[in-house]
């Protein structure tokens, strides 16, 4: 009987701590578990939950319950933290139009609760409608696959693209004959062009690539690595280079490392507009060729909206082949003149225009 009741004693003794020692490391991992995986938190838009756009400077409110300590919002990776308040207005947070990723955190004891969203915002102006009036018309050469074009004391200069083909020249304005040329590595097809402090930056599609040249004597100074996956247009930007990629987004960044230094996406009052391709900046407002399509975007760089559409499919039809390919690309500018330059891929023609409301 004694030696059963000690049995027992000790049976239920190693039982209890047994049992609160599961209970204690229950706890524990309850709590890890509270910290690491994240818990739904209440955080919604105040007039309507599902509302996808806003427009741009348009109230983004979004409230939620008083139950937590903090609250840390990450717009697009911009963060602001929050105490002491049950809402927010995001518009204050978001400059410029595109899709915003929001991610919302509530803190309460060790507990964090997470929302997410994913919202766009659309320009807040109808874009103003324009044409191009032709002022010239000069020979282009049929055989160029325009990809980057721009002016520079008193020359074109003007890189195309292809497999096996890609240059880069200087051309007189007149003849549309080339005063410099050269070819880039036959494995490489050429993209836009820009000039930034007597240099020629010519970037290329999938390569990788960026061939820099002095702009004088056309020599090759270097090439460095492209960071990102696509090459399309490039313009400079006063102490700053822009690129497009085929999307809605334009990266900025810096001309000496190509290291990002912003990017938006570019939309009209509707939404997003993709394929972006040759890009020319002017006074504040980025001129940008949409690709497979005869119109070209005024951006405003500031806030990613599209303020004015230009209408080139005049242009388009006097240069109409059977090949689809051979589209609207290329913008350039004579602040002399203020007169720009546009031509297409294998266009037959280089027209020096002005801008005017259709
Ligand atoms: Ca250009």
Not at 39 to 54: E, M, R, T, W
Not at 68 to 94: A, E, H, M, P, Q
Not at 245 to 271: C, E, M, R
Request: hydrophobic share 35%; glycine share 6%.
């Amino acid at each position: 009987m004694r030696l059963k009741n000690l049995l027992f004693v000790a049976f239920t003794t190693i039982s209890v701590v047994a049992c609160n020692q599961t209970n204690i490391k229950n706890t524990v991992k309850q709590n890890k578990a509270n910290a690491s995986v994240n818990q739904v938190g209440d955080f919604l838009l105040k007039d309507d939950i599902n509302k996808k756009a806003f427009v741009r400077g348009e109230e983004i409110a979004i409230q939620w319950s008083e139950l937590y300590d903090s609250v840390t919002v990450f717009t697009n990776g911009r963060r602001k933290d929050l105490v002491g308040v049950n809402s927010i207005d995001l518009s204050s947070l978001i400059e410029k139009t595109g899709r915003v990723s929001i991610r919302i955190t509530g803190w309460k004891d060790s507990k964090q609760f997470i929302t997410r969203k994913t919202i766009d915002v659309v320009s807040s102006v109808k874009p103003v409608k324009y044409k191009p009036k032709v002022i010239n018309k000069y020979w282009h050469n049929p055989n160029s696959f325009t990809q980057g074009l721009f002016y520079n004391d008193g020359f074109l200069f003007e890189g195309t693209g292809q497999f096996g083909e890609s240059k880069l020249m200087k051309n007189d304005i007149k003849t549309g004959k080339p005063i410099y040329a050269l070819d880039i590595e036959k494995d490489q097809f050429g993209e836009g062009i820009t000039l930034y402090d007597g240099k020629i930056y010519q970037i290329t599609w999938i390569s990788r690539k960026v061939h820099i040249y002095d702009v004088n004597t056309f020599e090759r100074l270097r090439t460095i690595d492209y960071p990102y996956q696509q090459g399309w247009g490039i313009t400079t930007i006063n102490d700053k280079l822009i690129l497009s990629d085929g999307t809605a987004t334009l990266t900025i960044i810096d001309p000496v490392d190509f290291s990002q230094l912003d990017a938006f996406q570019v939309f009209d009052n509707n939404g997003p507009i993709d394929s972006l391709n040759e890009l020319e900046y002017v006074d504040g407002v980025l001129y940008a060729n949409v690709w497979q399509k005869s119109i070209i975007l005024m951006i405003d760089i500031n806030t990613g909206e599209v303020t004015g559409v230009i209408d080139c499919s005049d242009l388009s039809v006097q240069n109409n082949s059977d090949n689809v390919d051979n589209v609207l690309n290329g913008i350039a500018y004579n602040s002399k003149t203020n007169h720009f330059y546009i031509t297409g891929k294998r266009w037959e023609n280089m027209y020096e225009v002005v801008f005017e409301k259709k």
